[in-house]
């Protein structure tokens, strides 16, 4: 098992859809100061359910959804989706491939799913 994309949307410096694919073997994420690479870890740690806004760096939930900026507006929602390569069967599921989506919305609401079917939290 090993992870196989990484797509985010409105999430913290990521307003539009940005697809990161990873191969099987070494991948590393590397760039400048400011260039969003702790987003990306804060990203695959809140897909996989962080509550706390302190270890993603925020004060508030709301924090996680991409503020605007002077020629950007904000965005209404934060989502991130993460594929995991299943083919060793190592999730007891079926499925090669399992995504798992997380959804934040302004208003508080949030939405898990699997495989795009919705879940709850646990």
Request: with cysteine; glycine share 10%; aromatic share 10%.
């Amino acid at each position: 098992m090993y992870l196989k994309s990484l797509e985010i949307q409105g999430f913290k410096s990521f307003p539009d859809r940005t697809l990161l694919q990873f191969g099987s073997d070494c991948t590393a994420i590397v760039g400048p100061n400011g260039s969003g690479k702790s987003n990306i870890s804060d990203a695959i740690s809140w897909v996989l359910g962080e509550q706390s806004t302190r270890a993603l760096r925020g004060a508030k939930m709301e924090d996680v959804i991409f503020g605007g900026t002077a020629k950007r507006r904000q965005t209404g929602y934060a989502q991130v989706s993460l594929v995991l390569d299943n083919s060793d069967h190592r999730l007891p599921r079926e499925e090669n491939e399992i995504m798992v989506t997380r959804r934040y919305y302004r208003s508080g609401e949030s939405e898990y799913y699997i495989n795009r079917d919705a879940v709850r939290l646990k």
